[in-house]
């Protein structure tokens, strides 16, 4: 069982794959509607079919957080404020398009409000811009 204790030791290692597989995830969902307006008007048009209050406006705003999320988080860049913009964006997408979906649908974007919200509260650890800055602003003994 001791053993198992030093794997603590790894803990910013894996903050920093949960960090990097998040931010690419997410950046693989919403490439497309930044590179082919096409895309950008099919989700808009989706985003009407579920009720959502001026999707013209709406898709392109959403994409642009889920963007700046993705490169946050590969960065470590802003992940306190990005996590907690992951789960709101992902909360509404739960409640608004995936809340009648079969499980497996469902928890891709379930598990990102997790996320964003692990990540609000964890902030980017030792391998992120955020770590640096924070040691730099931290008042000094």
């Known amino acids: 069982m001791k053993k198992l204790f030093r794997l ?3 803990e910013d290692l894996a903050l920093l ?3 990097v ?6 950046l693989y969902q919403c490439h497309d509607n930044v590179l082919n307006p096409d895309r950008m008007t099919e989700f808009a048009k989706f985003m009407e079919q579920f009720g959502f209050w001026q999707p013209s406006i709406l898709a392109p705003f959403a994409i642009f957080w889920q963007m700046a999320a993705g ?3 590969i960065a470590g860049f802003y992940v306190r404020a ?3 913009v992951t789960a709101l964006q992902f909360t509404v997408a739960v409640v608004m398009v995936h809340l009648n979906d079969p499980a497996n649908i469902l928890w891709s ?3 990102l409000i997790v996320i964003g919200l692990y990540l609000a509260t964890r902030g980017s650890g030792r391998f992120g811009f955020d770590y640096r800055l924070e040691r730099k602003l931290a008042p000094s003994s």
């Open 17 to 19: 794959i949960l960090r």
């Open 21 to 26: 597989s998040t931010g690419g995830f997410l």
């Open 71 to 73: 490169f946050g988080f």
């Open 82 to 84: 990005l996590g907690l």
């Open 8 to 10: 603590s030791r790894f």
């Open 109 to 111: 974007a379930a598990v």
